[in-house]
């Protein structure tokens, strides 16, 4: 069964600390990875999606097919960080997307 | 402004009532999605559509039932309101066809039955 993983619900670091938010999925065939951020008072939007592999308000996330995982990832964390992330994954054909539970981020000064 | 729009942003209604949760998009989208998320949990798919009169189920059972006449409309109705169905109702489109897999989600209704 199609599922997606975010297995911390909060995560707090302090400004310029690394930051890893992890995600795992399980997936029959080949599926499709994105990050979505939601920020204070504002709708879903895409981060990033794997396949593009490229790096968006500093920002990266790979794919480690045989961990089953897509960890985004951050060097230096800034307070405007702070949102909601929530990983999710599709077919190929994007018509089904499935969404993990998601993970807010609060970066401290 | 091409846009995704949703009303009412917020509902409070009596259980047995019947509702609609309208979503339009002014994208030109044929894909579009309704999705129900209860506080600190997953998104759940609840009904889909690829286009004008074409509606399929989510994996979430829902009691809700949806309709698709025109490209830009995809409201969500319930016949019947009850507590359980208390959540936040996401509505997306996208248009992978045109190039754009990603998702655009609208503001979102939060539903509260009493």
Redesign the interface.
């Known amino acids: 069964a199609?599922r997606?993983t975010q297995p911390e619900?909060l995560l707090s670091v302090f400004k310029g600390a690394p930051v890893e938010l992890k995600c795992n999925y399980s997936y029959s065939g080949s599926p499709?990875l994105f990050w979505?951020v939601q920020y204070s008072r504002q709708?879903?939007?895409?981060l990033l999606?794997h396949i593009s592999r490229e790096s968006i308000k500093g920002f990266t996330a790979d794919l480690n097919k045989g961990e089953t995982s897509f960890h985004l990832k951050k060097p230096f964390a800034q307070e405007e960080d702070s949102a909601m992330y929530?990983c999710a994954l599709?077919g190929r054909?994007?018509?089904?997307?499935?969404?993990?539970?998601?993970t807010k981020l609060n970066v401290k000064p | 402004e091409a846009d995704i729009y949703q009303t009412p942003r917020y509902l409070v209604i009596g259980t047995g009532k019947k509702i609609t949760l309208e979503c339009s998009q002014t994208m030109g989208h044929d894909?579009m999605?309704w999705?129900q998320q209860d506080p600190?949990?997953?998104?759940?798919?609840i009904h889909?559509s690829?286009g004008v009169n074409s509606t399929e189920k989510?994996?979430l059972s829902s009691e809700s039932t949806v309709s698709r006449i025109r490209t830009e409309h995809f409201p969500l109705t319930l016949e019947s309101a009850r507590p359980s169905h208390t959540s936040q109702y996401?509505c997306a489109s996208?248009d992978?066809q045109g190039g754009s897999?990603?998702?655009?989600?609208?503001?979102?209704t939060r539903l509260t039955v009493t």
């Open positions: 199609q997606v619900k499709e979505y709708r879903l939007q895409l999606r929530y599709s054909d994007f018509n089904k997307f499935y969404f993990g539970s998601g | 894909k999605y999705y600190g949990m997953e998104l759940h798919l889909y690829y989510g994996d996401l996208s992978p897999y990603e998702q655009y989600f609208g503001p979102g």
